[in-house]
């Protein structure tokens, strides 16, 4: 008799747990739904008083607007969306390769001065990276490269956290492992791509993900190194949109510009989230 | 599953190694080099990119430099100006400190409570999708939805709320009134804080195995919150110090939110922060050498705090 009540305490405090977790995902969504109600709305829903949080008439009529409107100004909007998708797949793609075979080489090669090079990127971790931006941009601009896409693509690619991130999941794989395909014959080239590649896919995949979101919603490189219109990306084009003149009858474009900015990035996190979850347990700091 | 079946020979690969020594000595040279070679290219843009950039900081911090004439060597007034007499700065460390003791700690803990809590849960995937999804939205473009929020006139969302249940007889101006501003952004700061530290700790409880609850209870173990601290806490170090270094250069490089949500220069400085101080001086007024100045003092701050955090987390251990 006992034991059930207790059961049934427990199940309903379990119940309760549920009911609290819910209502604060509720409670977090909030922006979210509201962000996306508000990209659907027509124009006389914009300006009820008082607001309302849900869309009643739903239109795509913000999403024209967004895309012809914004034709008054020099630079059609998809020239952002082109911008964005083009800076951030090329960091992603070459961030890939080259901070998985600088990882390669650290956990696996450890050449002399490997475990200092590894200490300098440990510590490059630990400050913000707005830091380095004044001589960054010094340094880009000596190259010749403002307003050109390789300012907003190449300090990006060498980045502390990927290669570490990729070095820590490449020291759980066994050398025996290297070691059989040596005795196979396969080139150190080979090696790379067949094992080790091929072993820590949910790694990739992970430092894919962390690297696409970061750079699609990043918005300092672009306002430093670029000053053409035509340069900008996203994000910075949805802030000029908020900032410019007329911000009142361009609000439902600016509420669809935001929706179309933040989709991309949830969209890849869902896609890859089972693949994230199993990379990251090897992402601890070892002391 | 391959490499289970390479562990269970290791001894064959032991075995060999003696009789090659030699052969491997002339290899090893010609290992390095190759290694150095797929190094080449992230040390290179590593180089070029962090390292080469610190080391200037540090260098333009002793002069007056403007872009247009060479930097002249000004020794240390850059930090007398900058400690001194730079009011404004001193603000601003004031409500970065304010801000990254509250919201630092707060996300930090919030985080692993979260995590702990939806790993008990069902449904782990759903609930750590809902949290995790503000992390991801571009702080720029989601203060669209917090400036509706917390607009200052009756149209606000928030105000329109708060006047109709009654709680306030007239709006109130979030995002302009010097005292409601860090609030208001502490409070979006914390929404969008579930980000990569959430994700590590989730992924580091699921490591956990479950026989060690098992034996943790044979042990004496009673409550859920004695197996936390007892098992949980201890076996998840390391990722424990890789959210606390990811959270202290978070919240001390506070920047985006602070001006998305109170502009910039926000009224009064209220929001200004030490980022703001540095975009300021760097990228409006141009003089780059006391913007450097700020950038090296920032660096120090984050390094030796994430340092003071590794050894503290590090020494609880023994």
């Known amino acids: 008799m006992t034991m059930n009540y207790g059961k049934w305490v427990a199940r309903f405090n379990r119940g309760l747990l549920y009911a609290f977790m819910i209502a604060l995902v509720g409670f977090t969504a909030l922006p979210i739904i509201y962000m996306v109600s508000t990209a659907f709305k027509p124009l006389n829903e914009l300006f009820l008083y008082p607001p309302t949080f849900f869309v009643r008439k739903p239109t795509l009529r913000s999403f024209f607007d967004l895309l012809t409107a914004t034709d008054s100004s020099v630079v059609p909007f998809t020239r952002y969306i082109f911008n964005s998708v083009f800076v951030s797949g090329s960091i992603v793609a070459a961030s890939l390769i080259v901070c998985c075979l600088g990882a390669f080489v650290l956990s696996k090669f450890k050449p002399p001065g490997a475990s200092f090079i590894f200490a300098v990127i440990l510590s490059a971790l630990m400050f913000a990276p707005q830091v380095t931006q004044i001589p960054t941009y010094m340094i880009v601009s000596k190259l010749g490269l403002v307003n050109t896409y390789w300012a907003l693509i190449l300090p990006k690619i060498a980045v502390a956290f990927n290669i570490f991130l990729m070095k820590q999941f490449f020291d759980q794989i066994p050398d025996a492992l290297i070691e059989a395909a040596h005795i196979d014959g396969a080139s150190e080239w080979k090696i790379f791509w067949k094992v080790i590649m091929a072993v820590s896919k949910p790694a990739w995949a992970t430092l894919i993900i962390f690297s696409f979101i970061g750079n699609w919603n990043d918005y300092f490189s672009a306002l430093v190194f670029t000053t053409s219109e035509t340069m900008k990306t996203l994000p910075l084009a949805i802030q000029t949109l908020a900032g410019g003149p007329g911000v009142v009858a361009r609000s439902g474009a600016l509420a669809a510009g935001t929706l179309l900015v933040t989709l991309p990035p949830i969209l890849i996190f869902m896609l890859f989230q089972r693949l994230v979850m199993n990379t990251m347990v090897h992402s601890g700091i070892k002391s | ?318």
């Open chain 2, 1 to 318: 599953m391959e490499s289970s079946v390479e562990i269970s020979n290791p001894l064959r690969v032991t075995a060999e190694k003696p009789k090659r020594l030699k052969l491997k000595l002339t290899q090893a040279g010609k290992k390095a080099a190759l290694g150095y070679l797929f190094l080449s290219p992230f040390l290179i843009l590593f180089i070029v990119f962090t390292v080469v950039p610190v080391i200037q900081s540090v260098y333009l911090s002793f002069t007056y430099y403007n872009m247009l004439q060479p930097a002249k060597w000004v020794g240390l007034s850059n930090y007398s100006v900058l400690f001194l007499e730079d009011d404004t700065f001193i603000k601003s460390i004031k409500n970065t400190f304010v801000f990254a003791v509250i919201a630092g700690p707060l996300s930090y803990c919030l985080s692993f409570m979260l995590a702990w809590v939806i790993n008990s849960l069902r449904a782990k995937m759903l609930f750590s999708l809902a949290f995790y999804v503000p992390s991801i939205t571009s702080g720029i473009a989601l203060s669209i939805v917090w400036l509706y929020i917390f607009s200052g006139d009756r149209y606000g969302l928030l105000n329109n709320w708060m006047l109709s249940w009654g709680m306030i007889s007239e709006p109130i101006l979030w995002t302009t009134d010097p005292d409601r501003i860090m609030p208001v952004i502490i409070i979006v700061s914390l929404w969008m804080s579930m980000g990569t530290g959430f994700l590590v700790f989730l992924a580091g409880l699921q490591n956990v195995s479950p026989e060690l609850y098992e034996a943790g209870a044979i042990d004496g173990i009673s409550s859920r919150f004695q197996e936390l601290w007892y098992i949980t806490v201890p076996l998840m170090k390391p990722q424990l110090l890789f959210g606390a270094v990811n959270s202290i250069v978070a919240a001390f490089g506070v920047f985006d939110i602070a001006v998305a949500i109170a502009g910039m220069p926000s009224p009064n400085y209220a929001g200004h922060t030490i980022i703001s101080h540095l975009f300021d001086y760097a990228f409006i007024r141009f003089e780059l050498g006391y913007a450097s100045s700020i950038a090296v003092f920032l660096f120090f701050l984050t390094f030796g705090l994430g340092r003071i955090v590794m050894k503290l987390l590090s020494s609880k251990e023994q």
